[in-house]
């Protein structure tokens, strides 16, 4: 663990005001690295782990004895990290903080991300009272955070059209791509740390609660693109003509690879909107 990376860490925690509205910071602060995240997070510190997390800071605000905040800022090394942790599982997207900072609150809940940072604050029993001393929180982390949190590239390439925003997921690991969307068992898109990937749900009729899934990956060179082209084929689509096949369920899928770049569509009610679909990838 880098110095300056917890010496950045403390500085937003210590930035932190020791009482806000009755509510009084606690003295102590936990510290956990890879090695130990587990202790903290048992069950879900994969997630980060597999974002390349590098160490995290957790403080409390308690008032009286039953009620409590938890703040925990997670460092995530890079922007993209940060991002794909936040579209991991949000279902939503709100300006809870300000119209600057992407965030989700619900039920005493408040995630967010800026830089290359991931937060979360919870608090419960959730009041108004509660709510505002969050949002006070989360405002003055913010603040502390420099810069602006701009997506990776690659969510800006999604085709536009009957994209469902918040369905969008961001990541490297295979594991989580079926966790989105089952593809296989195995890693037949040779999808790693050298990829990036990204996931969105489309929605063709407005009514239809049935959505068409759109992957598109970025591989490092175009070798491997090729050769993950081949795999998906070979393993997913074996009686596809020039990259699309109608499947058992009746749904469509097809693939086409450009340069360094797989775009992949699961689930398409028809060919014909399959088609349409990778037609609008915006390939640099």
């Known amino acids: 663990m880098a110095a300056n990376d917890l010496t950045s860490l403390k500085s937003i925690a210590g930035s932190l005001p020791s009482k806000i509205s009755g509510w009084e910071k606690s003295s102590t602060e936990g ?6 995240l587990y202790e903290y997070i048992n069950g879900n510190a994969e997630l980060f782990i597999s974002y390349d997390f590098r160490n995290m800071i957790t403080l409390i605000y308690n008032k009286d004895d039953s009620d409590e905040i938890t703040v925990d800022i997670f460092d995530m090394g890079k922007l993209a990290n940060a991002y794909g942790v936040f579209s991991h599982s949000r279902e939503n997207e709100d300006r809870f903080i300000s119209d600057e900072v992407e965030s989700e609150y619900g039920g005493g809940l408040l995630t967010f991300w800026k830089g290359q940072y991931y937060i979360s604050i919870l608090a419960y029993p959730e009041t108004e009272e ?17 810069g602006q949190s701009i997506k990776p590239v690659i969510v800006s390439q999604l085709p536009p059209d009957d994209l469902a925003p918040f369905s969008i997921r961001y990541f490297y ?4 791509l079926n966790s989105y969307s089952f593809v296989s068992s195995e890693n037949i898109l040779n999808l790693g740390k050298d990829t990036e990937a990204v996931l969105a749900k489309y929605y063709p009729d407005k009514e239809n609660k049935n959505p068409t899934i759109f992957l598109l990956i970025n591989y490092s060179d175009i070798n491997k693109a090729k050769k993950a082209s081949r795999s998906f084929e070979k393993n997913y689509l074996p ?5 699309f096949a109608r499947l058992s369920d009746g749904n469509w899928a097809g693939i086409e690879q450009n340069g360094n770049m797989i775009a992949i569509v699961l689930k398409a009610p028809d060919r014909v909107y399959a088609e349409a679909l990778l037609s609008k990838v915006k390939y640099e």
Do not use: L
């Open 130 to 146: 509660i709510k505002m001393v969050v949002k006070q929180i989360a405002k003055r982390i913010s603040e502390m955070i420099p």
């Open 173 to 176: 690991h295979y594991i989580w």
């Open 239 to 243: 009686d596809s003509e020039n990259g």
């Open 31 to 36: 510290f956990y690295t890879p090695e130990n």
